[in-house]
């Protein structure tokens, strides 16, 4: 009787020289990029300054990505041709690249066309493909033209043909992220050891005070802890060495810390999002269930260890909201510190009574539930007293629960306005928008409006997803959505035989979140379509070389 081969029979999948190239891309993009900042060197002491390095810290990290992804991109193709040449029997790379396209690959590939398209027939071509013109004597723009919008594509369909799972690449990002957190921490509190800020003091002071570690303004950082922190916090449950373990916890901790001391909701809200679905995709393995509650337990720690900072540093912080605030100094928060550390101790035991311990489906089901229900609820609650009624004293909570021109520091009246230019707009204009990053010039009619809340301009819809839908459209936006969905639902799939998708897909789901009152800059969106195409790749890679 003829046997069939086993998968343990199957020969091992080749580690290649073009895997190898999309790793030290990703290690160049994950332990370099967030640190990269402009440095000049000269003969005073210490001889390397940072003065310069929030000058044009958008265009420094545009500029890095850009050359890193074009010298990744020329590499790998140079290798996939010499591969094909030397071996024409060999067609594994090519398969790989045109064979099975998946609905990500499709919708992908729907956004680049429908982005060119919004490009070529825009009233203002030249600033949607390059995302910044000059205006006079200052520029406009956010870099997030057609030109990026390729770049993102193709790396998506080079990292989710070519990656393959290196733990080297994760612990460079937590050593990264963990001097980032740990430079706004002290940023926060006036400290500032690369000299970055000190010089705003007196001539800029908005920001002295609003500028972080070296990524940039509270927006900025929030948007990039919201890409980073969940993958640190889901690396230290599904790693198996305990070094590396106690290295993502301690790096989750400071950024803990940073998200508090950065003062920005739109990372709360993002790594609210993403602790509740994750809550609900390890309910049922104990062992990453204790692990979780052991990542959180370090968070609510890291909340009493920036209070006790604080007390040191004589509570001498820059300006911090209502919400921080609560937070910061909250007796509530030991409560349930106190309740995640007890948690977390009895799964630990129970985990070493029972190993390998599974919990029933109801239970996330019901996690879920009870998760879908607050959404909604609050939801709801939101839209009664923003559309029915709107009379109804509200106090100091007017400014979350009710929407109004001054919503969300005054967020509502771009996106309200924004609503308008869409109802206005053209059929074209309707289904393909004005042209990437284009919102300047759709939001100018509105720009005397704006000033009464101490802006003359605009740039962005400070929500991604309205943001899109006046500079791309409906079907731009659709494609993005389809494109970027997809790879999530792909990623959660493949973590079954692919565990590294996990934290994959924890980026993308924070990063979304967070997106409903943030901007897209390539500060940190160039790191959250990474891990869309690293969701694809885990998806494609093969079982014996996750």
Not at 87 to 114: E, G, I, P, Q, Y
């Amino acid at each position: 009787m003829k046997q069939t081969k086993s998968r343990s029979d199957a020969p091992a999948s080749k580690y290649l020289l073009s895997n190898a190239v999309v790793n030290f891309f990703l290690l160049a993009m994950f332990a370099v990029f967030p640190l990269f900042v402009s440095i000049t060197f000269d003969g005073n002491f210490p001889f390397m300054h940072f003065d310069n390095g929030f000058f044009g810290i958008r265009h420094q990290k545009f500029y890095f990505f850009v050359t890193m992804s074009a010298i990744a991109l020329i590499v790998e193709v140079m290798v996939i041709i010499t591969n094909i040449s030397s071996d024409k029997k060999d067609n594994t790379l090519r398969k790989s690249f045109f064979d099975t396209l998946s609905f990500t690959d499709w919708a992908a590939a729907a956004l680049l066309v429908s982005c060119t398209l919004s490009t070529i027939f825009s009233p203002h071509p030249d600033l949607a493909f390059w995302g910044e013109i000059s205006l006079g004597s200052s520029s406009i723009g956010r870099n997030n033209g057609l030109f990026l919008i390729i770049i993102y594509i193709l790396l998506y369909f080079m990292i989710s043909r070519l990656y393959r799972f290196r733990e080297y690449v994760f612990v460079g990002l937590a050593i990264s992220c963990g001097i980032v957190y740990l430079l706004t921490v002290l940023n926060g509190y006036y400290i500032d050891p690369l000299n970055m800020l000190e010089q705003f003091k007196t001539s800029q002071p908005k920001v002295y005070m609003e500028f972080f570690s070296t990524i940039g303004n509270k927006n900025m950082l929030a948007s990039f802890i919201c890409v980073t922190l969940p993958v640190l916090f889901v690396m230290s449950v599904i790693t198996k060495t305990l070094w590396k373990r106690i290295l993502y916890l301690v790096s989750t901790g400071l950024g803990a810390m940073a998200m508090l001391i950065g003062d920005s909701d739109s990372a709360l809200l993002g790594m609210g999002v993403f602790l509740m679905v994750f809550l609900v995709v390890f309910a049922r393995d104990i062992t990453r269930l204790k692990r979780y509650f052991l990542a959180l337990t370090v968070m609510l720690a890291s909340f009493k260890l920036a209070r006790l900072f604080s007390l040191m540093m004589n509570d001498n912080y820059k300006e911090l909201g209502d919400l921080v605030k609560g937070i910061l100094f909250s007796p509530m928060v030991y409560v349930l510190l106190v309740v995640t550390a007890i948690i977390t101790a009895a799964l630990y035991l129970l985990d070493s009574k029972k190993p390998d311990l599974t919990v029933p489906k109801a239970v996330p089901v019901a996690i879920g539930a009870c998760f879908g229900f607050i959404v909604a609820a609050l939801l709801g609650v939101f839209i009664y007293f923003s559309v029915i009624d709107r009379n109804t004293d509200l106090g100091s909570m007017e400014k979350l629960l009710r929407m109004s021109d001054a919503w969300g520091t005054h967020r509502g009246i771009m996106w309200l306005r924004s609503f308008n230019i869409f109802h206005d707009a053209n059929l074209w204009q309707k289904l393909f928008g004005t042209g990437p990053d284009t919102f300047y010039f759709a939001f100018q009619p509105y720009f005397t409006q704006l000033q009464a809340y101490g802006d003359s301009s605009t740039d962005a819809a400070h929500n991604e997803y309205i943001n899109y839908l006046i500079t791309i459209g409906i079907v731009g936006t659709l494609s993005y959505l389809a494109f970027t969905g997809s790879a999530l639902v792909r990623g959660f799939k493949a973590s079954k035989k692919v565990p590294v998708a996990l934290a994959c897909a924890a980026a993308v789901v924070c990063y979304l979140a967070q997106a409903v009152v943030n901007i897209a800059l390539p500060i940190a969106t160039p790191l959250f379509f990474i891990f869309v195409a690293m969701c694809e790749g885990c998806a494609r890679m093969p079982e014996d070389a996750a």
